[in-house]
């Protein structure tokens, strides 16, 4: 008879993680991981949905996720994740030899740009300086103080394609249009903050979790690590140029002694439309980590329901206007 604190039970109809995808499968038995110690982990035998028997497994619990309609949609993402990266490869494959190592040079960039493909011209318009910087006669002397990395260790990088749902996609459109186009700025301080969207996520997906698991820790990290990202990233990467006064002006008020943002950070005033900008960077700023492929396939999982949940709740998060920016301001950005 299983433990009463078993996550799933003989017969269940569940979704189990084969690789990168998700499957149906049914639960057939478990038993501890380890048959000499009654604490050890539990592990279940499953039976995928239409394959052999011979394909029946044994697996942790982490591996499993309940038969929910969020985690149905979850498996329809990553299949749709997945034949979208086999097309690319299979596009990739077909470019001459010479384009190899171009894409080499520019796959950080192209892996946030595959996510949206709007990403590309806020980060061609905020990077591009840096990567001139970087191979001028500065860079070249770095190059000879430092070990570079070897082009097949970059190649053997694990990386990550995030999905972003068509509503985020579209609103990214439109956040481009209205500050590089209409020449408008989000409102700020933002009524919906990063730091309190964050929160409210954690709140509404920490039911979810069983107390003192591994996915409620997962959680808790992800949620903290997605706010110090944000502080750090929104600067350098997750803004268009027209938008830079307005955040040296945002800045100051967290460097004024005794004021309302005395040791706030930008989470604690940008919203949402800024938010988005990061998650579709993530591939990029994951590609320069060492993580493993397991951690980085879990990463992805916890990322497409963050998106997924911002998607379902955009009316309430997302500023329904842009402002106008005033002609001083328009003149100060184009530095006329």
């Given at each position: ?70 985690n149905k949609e979850l498996a329809i993402t990553l299949k749709k994740n997945m034949e979208a990266v086999r097309q ?58 430092f070990d570079l990395e070897k082009e097949e260790n970059f190649i053997n990088r694990p990386q990550i394609r995030l ?174």
């Amino acid at each position: 008879m299983a433990p009463s604190h078993t996550a799933y039970v003989k017969d269940e109809k569940v979704l189990c993680f084969h690789h990168e995808l998700l499957y149906e499968a049914k639960v057939l038995d478990m038993q501890q991981s380890d048959a000499d110690d009654k604490r050890s982990p539990l592990q279940y035998r499953v039976h995928y949905k239409g394959w052999k028997n011979t394909w029946d497994d044994w697996v942790p619990a982490d591996r499993l996720r309940k038969f929910t309609e969020e985690n149905k949609e979850l498996a329809i993402t990553l299949k749709k994740n997945m034949e979208a990266v086999r097309q690319e490869t299979s596009k990739s494959a077909k470019k001459a030899p010479g384009s190899h190592k171009k894409k080499i040079a520019t796959a950080g960039h192209t892996a946030a740009a595959q996510s949206s493909d709007f990403s590309s011209v806020r980060g061609s318009e905020e990077r591009h300086s840096s990567v001139q910087a970087g191979t001028g006669a500065r860079g070249q002397k770095r190059g000879r103080d430092f070990d570079l990395e070897k082009e097949e260790n970059f190649i053997n990088r694990p990386q990550i394609r995030l999905p972003i749902p068509d509503h985020l996609k579209s609103l990214l459109v439109d956040d481009w249009e209205n500050v590089t186009k209409s020449l408008q700025l989000v409102p700020l301080p933002s009524p919906h903050p990063v730091n309190a969207i964050m929160d409210a996520y954690q709140s509404f997906e920490r039911p979810k979790r069983r107390d003192g698991s591994a996915e409620a820790d997962i959680l808790e990290e992800m949620v903290a690590g997605i706010k110090e990202y944000f502080d750090k990233c929104l600067g350098r990467i997750l803004l268009y140029r027209f938008e830079r006064d307005q955040f040296f002006e945002v800045s100051k008020w967290f460097n004024t002694p005794g004021g309302e943002w005395e040791g706030k950070g930008p989470g604690d005033v940008y919203g949402p439309e800024h938010l988005v900008r990061l998650f579709v960077s993530m591939p990029e700023l994951i590609a320069q980590t060492n993580m493993d492929q397991q951690s980085i396939n879990r990463m992805r999982e916890e990322l497409a329901k963050m998106t997924a949940w911002l998607s379902r709740n955009s009316q309430v998060f997302f500023a329904p206007e842009y402002e106008n920016a005033s002609q001083d301001y328009i003149e100060k950005a184009r530095g006329m």
